[in-house]
T-cell receptor, first 113, second 112 residues
Framework: EPEVTQTPSHQVTQMGQEVILRCVPI?????FYWYRQILGQKVEFLVS????????KSEIFDDQFSVERPDGSNFTLKIRSTKLEDSAMYFC???????????FGPGTRLTVL | QQQVKQSPQSLIVQKGGISIINCAYE??????FPWYQQFPGKGPALLIA?????SEKKEGRFTISFNKSAKQFSLHIMDSQPGDSATYFC???????????FGPGTRLSVLP
């Protein structure tokens, strides 16, 4: 069964450094999402992406964040200058069509020191 | 208005018992209500979902009950098993399943 994959599984970085989190959505999916989950808390929406542009973003998704679909398979989340409070699990999700459900990847644990 | 409330925060059930988790929402524009199951260190996995045109949906041991007038929906897990021990999140979205608003989660423990 096709799955959303994410790399790396765990990323450790110093405060102020840039990180890029990578996702490979399911191949025929058209809608892409990033969520984050701070340890022990609920999953929070960051951004949705469709037709090569951001369709919606939350107030968490400020100028430090950006997303890109550099080729036909990858979907990336970049954090330009990481802060301690960016430490969280970051989940990528995708879905095939507008009315379909979202399928989540296993997540990347980001630790900012 | 975007918030989804979920209770209880944690739940302990004996094997074979019924687990019930409740959620409530305010935004009447929500039109899709999934439940996700999350094991430690894993991403949320879709368990079952419902749209507001039906009041109940059953898949195996899992049932969603939906009360549109009360703006509440609940997950029932029949014959709960130790393998069901996980965190369960309800969620809601509008506009054909765009960004989900998640509840805070319920940690379920099923005792053998």
């Amino acid at each position: 069964e096709p799955e959303v994959t994410q790399t790396p599984s765990h990323q450790v970085t110093q405060m102020g450094q840039e990180v890029i989190l990578r996702c490979v959505p399911i191949s025929n999916h058209l809608y892409f999402y990033w969520y984050r989950q701070i340890l022990g808390q609920k999953v929070e929406f960051l951004v949705s992406f469709y037709n090569n542009e951001i369709s919606e973003k939350s107030e968490i998704f400020d100028d430090q964040f950006s997303v890109e679909r550099p080729d036909g398979s990858n979907f990336t989340l970049k954090i330009r200058s990481t802060k301690l409070e960016d430490s969280a699990m970051y989940f990528c999700a995708s879905k095939p069509g507008a009315g379909d459900t979202q399928y989540f990847g296993p997540g990347t644990r980001l630790t900012v020191l | 208005q975007q918030q989804v409330k979920q209770s209880p925060q944690s739940l302990i059930v004996q094997k074979g018992g019924i687990s019930i988790i409740n959620c409530a929402y305010e935004n009447t524009a929500f039109d899709y209500f999934p439940w996700y199951q999350q094991f430690p260190g894993k991403g949320p996995a879709l368990l079952i979902a419902i749209r507001p045109d039906v009041s109940e949906k059953k898949e195996g041991r899992f049932t969603i009950s939906f009360n549109k007038s009360a703006k509440q929906f609940s997950l029932h897990i029949m014959d709960s098993q130790p393998g069901d021990s996980a965190t369960y999140f309800c969620a809601a979205s509008s506009n054909y399943g765009q960004n989900f608003v998640f509840g805070p989660g319920t940690r379920l423990s099923v005792l053998p």
